[in-house]
Structures are given as C-alpha cells and as structure tokens.
C-alpha cells in the first residue's frame, strides 16, 4: 500500500505514462503494416496475478480467433501446483479436442 502523501508512486506513474507515449505510441508505422494504419492505436495494461498455490508467475489462457470464432487456445505459465506448462503443452481446440496436462 502507497502512503497519501508518498509522491513516488505519483512521479512512476507519470515516467510510465512518458514512456508509453514515446516508446509505443511514439513508433513509426512500417508499409509492411499498411492494413493496421486504419486501426485506433491502444494499450492494455494488466495487473500481475498469481495462480495461487504453488504458482509463483500466473496460468494464462491465450485465446486465438479466426473470423470471430475460437480456432485454438493454449495455456503457458504455472499451475496450484507449481508446474510449469510451456507453450503448446496444454491446447484446446475450437471443435473441444486437443491435449492437456
């Protein structure tokens, strides 16, 4: 917990904001990414989260799309229990086949 009159976590915020502006923002558009130049530039910032348990980074569930319907998601990160599931270890298809842990 930040203290009220702390500025620290004020004066971060404000280099967060800086570099977010310069260092994404701020990029300059290849050709190569022509078809993105109609699309509103954002950022998603997410709170860090633990799996709980033994899990000392999160279990994520990636979800890829294809044409608005689900093609694939795969799991990466660490479960309750503290095992690791590397990238394409854990995958569930669209049609609900694939393989887990």
């Known amino acids: 917990e930040v203290c009220h009159e702390d500025t620290s976590a004020t004066k971060r915020l404000d280099e967060l904001v800086a570099f977010i502006h310069s260092d994404i923002f701020g990029q300059k558009t290849r050709s190569a990414d022509k078809h993105l130049w109609a699309l509103e530039p954002g950022l998603t910032v997410e709170e860090l989260f633990q799996s709980g348990g033994n ?17 694939h998601i795969f799991f990466t990160g660490v479960d309750p229990r503290g095992c690791r599931s590397q990238s394409g270890a854990w995958q569930v298809y669209g049609d609900k086949t694939g393989w887990d842990l």
């Not at 980074?57 to 294809?66: G, M, N």
């Open 55 to 71: 899990s000392l980074v999160p279990l994520e569930a990636k979800v890829q799309t294809l044409w608005g319907k689900v093609h």
